[in-house]
């Protein structure tokens, strides 16, 4: 059974950082892409980063040299890196793999 755990979200002022982690288990996380989305109030759920097995990732523009993915195979976590933070980058956070997701975690971005 797929498992995924999000954490570190929380409360940031604009320009700080956050480092959120899923951990995942139940099946062979070195061997897949994992994915980080987002879902802001009122808006569809969005892609914002993707990391595959060969560790080649992907942004969304509106991330690009602010957000960091990255993944540690011997923990079955993925991580990502939130630099420059945005009040747009207000939302809530889910770590996917394939059609699974985990719970989601808050990010909120205000002074």
């Known amino acids: 059974q797929v498992r995924l755990v999000e954490s570190g979200g929380g409360l940031v002022q604009p320009g700080g950082s956050l480092r959120l982690s899923c951990a995942a288990s139940?099946?062979?996380?070195?061997?897949?892409?994992m994915a980080w989305h987002r879902q802001a109030p009122g808006k569809q759920r969005e892609l914002v980063a993707l990391i595959d097995s060969g560790r080649n990732t992907n942004y969304v523009d509106s991330v690009k040299g602010r957000f960091t993915i990255s993944r540690d195979n011997a923990k079955s976590t993925v991580y990502l890196q939130m630099n420059s933070l945005k009040p747009e980058d207000t939302a809530v956070y889910y770590c996917?793999?394939?059609?699974?997701w985990g719970q989601g975690t808050q990010v909120t971005v205000s002074s």
């Open positions: 996917n793999h394939a059609n699974c």
């Open positions: 139940g099946f062979i996380f070195s061997m897949y892409a």
